[in-house]
Every structure is written in structure tokens, then in C-alpha cells.
């Protein structure tokens, strides 16, 4: 089976302060994407960031980098400079299926709260 | 502005009624997919749909039911046979070979 694990349920940082969110995953595909994505109390689902596996280089998106680790599948979230606005629950998630069954898996998530 | 739409954002029904929650999309994706969302909870897919006139069940579909009639439409319908439908539920489109979903602010179902 196809799995997501996010290890971490509860993180907390000072504001400015840098933070890691893990996430590891279990495919036996050999090409596909991964996805972060941060939902704040209001909510809203918002892509953070996108990786594609056959890229050796890790994405970034301002604040946002991802540490990608393909023989071990890891997928980790670096948030630089963290600020108030980045509390928020955070989920990674990655594709399965294929044809009419392509859909994402997502992880339980880790609630990260930036502290003033 | 492209995007998607959820209406309502909360909705308060009556034990044994059913319910449809609205999820339009004008990004022309041809992937929508439906989630429910406990308190702390993740994801858990309920429907999802690649294309006009298919759908799939997801891990959750007992009490639920869809329709695709059109591109942009994919509504939900919570019946009465659902045994806890009180969540918070989010409507998702995607591009089919892109992958990442866009999401809907969501609606909010209490159900007393």
C-alpha cells in the first residue's frame, strides 16, 4: 500500500527561527510529484510547495525548501525566517493511482504554531 | 478570477435529511475530487472524478453520493445513511497530468 507519514503532530518556533517538518512516504513508483501544502485557521488549502522525483534538485519557494530524499523517500519542509502568518497545519501528499484513479494521499498533518 | 466555489459555507440540517453540498470550478480541470475533514484531523477522500459521467468511490463513500454532469460541476449529496456527517468537507479540481490539486474554501455541515 501506498502510505504518507507525517512523524510529527505538534511543532512550535520562534518567530524568525527556522523549521523542519518531516514527511516519509511509500511508493513503488519510480516517477511522481510531491506536494506541501498548509492550511491556516481559516482553512484554506494552499499549495506550498511541488516537487517532481526525477528532479535532483531540491524546490524552492521563497521561505519555503524542501530537503528531498529519494532512496530513503523523505520528504522534509524547511520554512526560513518563520513568521506569524506560517502557523498553520501543514500536509504533505503525493499521488496514487493511475488512469481514472489518480488521486493524492495525504499525510495526518503537523499543526506548527510560530511563536511572537 | 479562476477558481472554485463552495456554497454554502455552513449548513445546518436535520437528522435524516439529505443534504447537497455545491463545488464549481472554472479552472477547466478535468479532475475534482471530494474530502471530509474531522477536528485535527486529515484528509479523507470521499469521491473523486477524472472525467464527465465517471466517478470513483474513494476510502469513505459509504453514505455519500455524487454526480458529473458537467465539467465544472461536482456536487455531493450527504444522505441520511450517513452515520456521522457533522465535518468540514473540501472540494478539490486538478489538471490531470499536473497533479496538484486546487481547493475550495469549504463548507461546514452541522447536522443535529
Known amino acids: 500500500a501506498q502510505t504518507v507519514t507525517q512523524s510529527q503532530p505538534e511543532m512550535s518556533v520562534q518567530e524568525a527561527e527556522t523549521v523542519t517538518l518531516s514527511c516519509t512516504y511509500d511508493t513503488s513508483e519510480s516517477n511522481y510529484y510531491l506536494f506541501w501544502y498548509k492550511q491556516p485557521p481559516s482553512r484554506q488549502m494552499i499549495l506550498v510547495i511541488r516537487?517532481?522525483?526525477?528532479?535532483?534538485q531540491n524546490a524552492t519557494e521563497n521561505r519555503f525548501s524542501v530537503n528531498f530524499q529519494k532512496a530513503a523517500k523523505s520528504f522534509s519542509l524547511k520554512i526560513s525566517d518563520s513568521q506569524l502568518g506560517d502557523t498553520a497545519m501543514y500536509f504533505c501528499?503525493?499521488?496514487?493511482?493511475?488512469?481514472?484513479?489518480?488521486?493524492?494521499?495525504f499525510g495526518k498533518g503537523t499543526l506548527l504554531t510560530v511563536n511572537p | 478570477d479562476g477558481g472554485i466555489t463552495q456554497s454554502p459555507k455552513y449548513l445546518f440540517r436535520k437528522e435524516g435529511q439529505n443534504v447537497t453540498l455545491s463545488c464549481e470550478q472554472n479552472l477547466n480541470h478535468d479532475a475534482m475530487y471530494w474530502y471530509r475533514q474531522d477536528p485535527g484531523q486529515g484528509l479523507r477522500l470521499i469521491y473523486y472524478?477524472?472525467?464527465?459521467?465517471?466517478?470513483q468511490k474513494g476510502d469513505i463513500a459509504e453514505g455519500y453520493s455524487v454526480s458529473r454532469e458537467k465539467k465544472e460541476s461536482f456536487p455531493l449529496t450527504v444522505t441520511s445513511a450517513q452515520k456521522n456527517p457533522t465535518a468540514f468537507y473540501l472540494c478539490?479540481?486538478?489538471?490531470?497530468?499536473?497533479?496538484?490539486?486546487?481547493f475550495g474554501p469549504g463548507t461546514r455541515l452541522t447536522v443535529t
Open positions: 516537487q517532481e522525483a526525477y528532479k535532483q
Open positions: 501528499a503525493f499521488p496514487t493511482g493511475g488512469g481514472s484513479n489518480y488521486k493524492l494521499t
Open positions: 472524478s477524472q472525467i464527465v459521467n465517471d466517478f
Open positions: 478539490a479540481s486538478s489538471s490531470y497530468r499536473a497533479g496538484e490539486q486546487y
